[in-house]
């Protein structure tokens, strides 16, 4: 079974930055496209960025503010977020997807608040 760790998260204020980092199987991770999403109670979990082999797709909503990365080493995809604003805050997942079938992280509540 694929299971993702996360870390990173918490409180931060207005125009604050956080970093997001998960963890993914070393043998799957190179193959695999890797993203973050986000929900709020009540809504439908939404795109916030992925990154696939030769390809970056951001949601309008983060782009200029917010950095998918991989570090291929350490099996890791990272979720820098600068310029944070107050609806940016939600449940962060990470997400593999390999072969059609996506896996999620256990989520990560990113609060921004002043």
């Known amino acids: 079974q694929v299971q993702l760790v996360e870390s990173g998260g918490g409180l931060v204020q207005p125009g604050g930055s956080l970093r997001l980092s998960c963890v993914a199987p070393?043998?799957?991770?190179?193959?695999?496209?890797m993203g973050w999403y986000r929900q709020a109670p009540g809504k439908e979990r939404e795109l916030v960025a992925t990154?696939?082999?030769?390809?970056?797709v951001y949601a309008d909503s983060v782009k200029g503010r917010l950095t998918i990365s991989r570090n291929y080493a350490k099996n890791t995809v990272n979720l820098q977020m600068n310029s944070l604003r107050l609806d940016d805050t939600d449940v962060y997942y990470c997400?593999?997807?390999?072969?059609?079938?996506?896996?999620w992280g256990q989520g990560t509540q990113i609060t921004v608040s002043s």
């Open positions: 997400s593999l997807l390999r072969y059609g079938h996506e896996t």
């Open positions: 070393e043998t799957i991770f190179s193959m695999s496209t």
């Open positions: 990154m696939g082999s030769g390809s970056i």
